[in-house]
Structures are given as C-alpha cells and as structure tokens.
C-alpha cells in the first residue's frame, strides 16, 4: 500500500538556526497538505497545495514558516529562524481530488509518519 | 470556525473490553474521518464516514449527520488499540481543510 514519506523522522536545532522538511505525498494525490501538531492537541493546518499553488496558507507565520512545491509532487517545509514554541510533531497529508455535481472536494487524506522538532 | 468535541478526554479499559467514544461538531459537515494516532505519533486512518454506519474488523463508526455526532465503537479491545482517537470534519468553503477534534486518549490493559 502507497504511503505518505517524510524526512528526516526527529530533528533537534537550537534557536534561530534553519530547518527544513521534506514530504512525498502518494503518486497520483494532487493535494498536499502540511499540519503542525503540539503536544496534546489534534494537529492544525499549516498550508495547503493543490498540485503546484498554494490555496491557503492563512495559518503559515509567513515571518518565519515557507513551503514550496515546484513541481506539484513532493514538498519542502522550512523555517528560519527556528523559535523554541516550534517544537512540535510536523505532519504531512496527501488526498485525492473528486469531483461530485461539478464541485471538487478533497477525499480521504492520508498521513505520513511524522517529523519530531525539538528546537533548544 | 467549526468546533469539534470528543468525549469522554481520557479512557482506561481491560484488554476485552468494548468502548463508545463519541465525536461533537457545531456546524453541518461534508467530510468526517476517523484516526488512530498510535504511541509513535502516527496518524493511522480508521474510517472516512460523513454519513451512515462503517464496519472493519473489531471497530465500527456511525454518523448521524443530521443530529452532527458520530460514534466509534471498539469490540474486545486489545492493547495495540492504546493511543490517541481523533475525529476530524471537512465543510465545504471553509476552505476544505481537516479541522480536528479534541482526542480521545485510550489506554488499554492486560
């Protein structure tokens, strides 16, 4: 079965260095979706793809957070510089585009493992 | 923005033991999917259920859209079932973003 890949699994960085991570959704799934989720709480969506643009990005902290994916299939995630609040799981999903009475609608998303950050 | 509840936060059960865990939002919904997050933080997809009743294996799910609640149900729970249960909902021009709940936090013992 297809699955969701993301590297690395665990990053540890201090204060203001850069990171970056990287997702390869499952072939075929146009949307991609990039979540953060802290410490016991559900996970909250950070920026959305449908293939190559961006269709909302409304929670991203553009000061520091950026997210490309130039060819419409895998991702990058960066920030810079980190902050220590970033520390947090960083999940990434991908779906399927349908379409039902002419409106397009996201189907099941699927999520990849997962990268741990711990920022000191 | 929608809100979405689950209950009851925290569950301990014996290792055979059946379990309702239940799922609240304020808003009608379009989507409504089910997860397992397990111990390593993996989000493992249960069920995708906006509406109607789903079946695999030892779990099943129920929507009631219309009444906005849905339920899982665990049969002879095992430990591997341990970890976090969340529900998430999609509506249509809120920008089809998954909006989760709360989470259910299931411990099973021997």
């Known amino acids: 079965e297809a699955e969701v890949a993301q590297s690395p699994r665990y990053k540890i960085t201090e204060k203001s260095q850069a990171v970056a991570f990287w997702c390869d959704p499952i072939?075929?799934?146009?949307?991609l979706y990039w979540y953060r989720q802290i410490l016991g709480q559900g996970p909250e969506l950070l920026v959305q793809?449908?293939?190559?643009?961006?269709?909302?990005d409304s929670q991203l902290p553009k000061d520091r957070f950026s997210a490309e994916r130039l060819k419409g299939v895998d991702s990058t995630l960066k920030i810079q510089p980190a902050e220590l609040g970033d520390s947090a799981m960083y999940l990434c999903a991908s779906s399927k585009t349908g379409t039902s009475g002419g409106r397009r609608y996201q189907e099941t998303q699927y999520f990849g493992p997962g990268t741990r950050l711990l920022v000191l | 923005g929608i809100q979405v509840e689950q209950s009851p936060p925290d569950l301990i059960l014996q290792e055979g033991a059946n379990s309702t865990l239940r799922c609240n939002f304020s808003d009608s919904v379009n989507n409504l999917q089910w997860f397992h997050q397990n111990p390593w933080g993996q989000l493992i997809n249960l069920f995708y259920?906006?509406?109607?009743?789903k079946q695999n294996g030892r779990l099943s799910a129920t929507t009631v859209a219309t009444e906005r609640y849905s339920l899982l149900y665990i049969s002879s729970s095992q430990t591997t079932d341990s970890g976090v249960y969340f529900c998430a909902v999609i509506k249509w021009g809120g920008g089809n973003k998954l909006t989760f709940g709360t989470g259910t936090q299931l411990k099973v013992e021997l």
């Open positions: 793809f449908q293939d190559e643009s961006v269709v909302d």
């Open positions: 072939s075929g799934h146009a949307t």
């Open positions: 259920i906006p509406s109607g009743t």
